[in-house]
């Protein structure tokens, strides 16, 4: 037995292992406390900094550590520029410091190439580097995206690199194209395609990409697309491309003048205020504050102020102005009633869809047909299927609502995961159908008995006085709350469980929400604020199932702030 090699079995390496990590817990505890204290006590030095460097490169993702590294570079290069002024020195010593701190972020990268706050610390020594090679910069990006292709920080940080070497969105282009055509999968390279085309080759008018350009990406994306079916990247770009970008615009102003109010819909959610939408009244500007319809939405679509002048009958018109990106937009408003409005157009036909020409028609008819042949291969295959539907959406033509409406129940079979998100998108493309059919200036609507699951666009509806959403699937009526001037709603026959969204609608006066999910009393607190509120129609819900519900009720009608009739009949 003497001379032969002990082998220590695994309890004895266990063992071994948990004291040798807890030794280097130890260590990494004791350094990081001295860390903090020496950054407590101001104390901002080169010993600073190779405490962190010893951290940082174990743990790349000590954000904290990397920002008293910033400060502590910032200081000592304060303290340099002192020099300077009174030594006639130059700035060799804060090219030096960059230089070992890029050393160090190269080394953390490779410890962990998606590590955030090593990227963000590479720009910031970059911009401070009074030498910075951003041609170099570009290089290494280039190389950390051969390594790994959908690195998003990588490719957050080229994004900065390119904008310092000058590079236009045309070579960037080329330069995804060039990835895509090695690797069909490069889903960041299709989604960085996706932005930078609206840059280049953006139609103002139809607030898509231009005929010519999309025709041109349609046959990129066609060998890959079918040379695997499977590979989701083509097809969420492709999904894109058959979508239709937002121009940002006025869309709708009303003046409504018994409450002395001003509304304003843009065609896309947005933070406004005095200066980036302006009030003219008369031609005269005024100053206002604007509100959106819910005060937990700072951003809105739908936007709302008080009349600023009195009396109101002294007007002629009112007329805002939209500045914002670059964008200048207007519309007016003439005072002729007690509800006066003005859209930007007056048909809201293809609001949602591009208009096509025949050269465009006829690609997505070949597309579609090249879909179905696939489908009929490989009948599981979900991607091909929602392809089908898009492209049917963009033809935008009735004789595939029937095969629209068997492709989603086809895709709720074979994608039971997502089962519901089916749902949801058959709901906009009902609602979506609803708005474009329908003139600007309807104040009633009729959406009952269309399997709806949940509600969309409906700041377009903001001057509806009556809806009617019976016999759906409805849980949540949030969107109600751009329905500034609603009366009378009706939505028995749902699974509604609450009344989010009813609140502070100022002009309902009839309720209805017969048969659905209202469980307890407490729910009808939120009607408190609809002060118009005069028939709520609450039978065959489970709230009657509560002993004491007649009592409950007796007090909401007469407790002096809860004003209107409960109907049981």
Not at 124 to 132: K, R, T
Not at 394 to 413: C, E, G, P, R, T
Not at 495 to 514: D, I, R
């Amino acid at each position: 037995m003497h001379g032969r090699v002990k082998v220590r079995t695994s309890e004895e390496q266990a063992e071994a292992k948990k004291k040798e990590q807890q030794e280097k817990l130890k260590i990494y505890s004791s350094v990081t406390s001295k860390i903090f204290i020496k950054r407590k006590n101001d104390e901002l030095d080169e010993e600073l900094l190779e405490l962190t460097r010893g951290i940082l490169e174990k743990n790349p993702d000590f954000y904290t550590f990397w920002n008293y590294r910033r400060e502590t570079l910032l200081r000592m290069k304060d303290q340099k520029l002192l020099t300077f002024l009174f030594s006639n020195r130059d700035d060799e010593e804060l090219k030096k410091l960059s230089l070992l701190e890029l050393d160090l972020t190269q080394h953390c990268l490779k410890v962990n190439p998606k590590s955030y706050s090593t990227w963000n610390h590479r720009f910031w020594v970059m911009e401070f580097n009074p030498d910075a090679d951003w041609k170099r910069e570009l290089k290494l990006c280039n190389f950390f995206l051969s390594q790994d292709e959908r690195n998003f920080h990588c490719w957050d940080y080229r994004r900065l690199v390119a904008k310092k070497c000058l590079i236009s969105p045309e070579e960037e282009l080329e330069y995804t194209s060039k990835l895509i055509e090695s690797n069909f999968s490069n889903y960041s390279a299709w989604h960085y395609r996706s932005k930078l085309l609206p840059i280049i080759h953006l139609d103002t008018v139809t607030g898509s990409i231009k005929e010519n350009v999309l025709l041109k990406e349609f046959e990129l994306i066609q060998n890959a697309a079918f040379t695997d079916p499977d590979d989701q990247s083509v097809w969420f770009y492709h999904r894109w491309l058959l979508g239709k970008n937002s121009i940002l615009q006025i869309l709708n102003v009303s003046v409504f003048k018994p409450e002395k109010s001003i509304l304003v819909l843009l065609s896309e959610p947005l933070q406004v205020n005095s200066q980036n939408l302006k009030l003219y009244v008369n031609d005269t500007t005024v100053h206002t504050c604007w509100r959106s319809v819910s005060q937990n939405m700072p951003v809105s679509s739908v936007w709302l102020c008080d009349f600023p002048l009195d009396p109101v009958d002294t007007i002629s018109s009112v007329t805002v102005k939209l500045s914002e990106r670059d964008i200048e937009d207007s519309l007016s408003c003439s005072l002729d009633g007690i509800l006066s409005s003005t859209w930007k157009k007056s048909s809201r036909r293809d609001i949602f869809r591009s208009t096509l020409n025949a050269a465009a028609k006829d690609v997505l008819e070949q597309e579609l047909e090249s879909c179905q042949q696939l489908n009929d291969l490989e009948p599981d295959n979900k991607w091909t299927v929602f392809t089908c539907v898009l492209l049917m959406r963009a033809l935008n033509d009735s004789k595939f609502d029937d095969q629209i409406v068997d492709f989603m129940n086809k895709l709720m079979k074979i994608d039971a995961l997502r089962k519901n998100y089916y749902k949801d998108l058959g709901s906009k493309f009902v609602i979506e159908n609803m708005i474009e059919s329908l003139p600007v200036d309807v104040r009633s609507i009729d959406l009952s008995k269309n399997h709806l699951t949940s509600l969309h666009h409906f700041d377009h509806f903001l001057l509806i006085e009556h809806i009617d959403l019976s016999s759906n699937n409805l849980t949540s009526i949030y969107p109600f709350q751009y329905l500034v001037y609603l009366k009378s709603a009706i939505l028995d026959d749902n699974q509604l469980t609450t009344f989010h969204g009813v609140e502070n609608l100022k002009h309902l006066k009839s309720l209805s929400v017969q048969r659905n999910c209202i469980k307890e009393p407490k729910n009808l607190n939120i009607l408190k604020t609809c002060s118009s509120l005069e028939e709520l129609f609450l039978q065959d819900n489970p709230l009657f199932l509560e002993a004491d519900y007649n009592k409950t009720l007796c007090i909401f009608q007469n407790n002096g702030q809860f004003h209107f009739n409960v109907n049981f009949n």
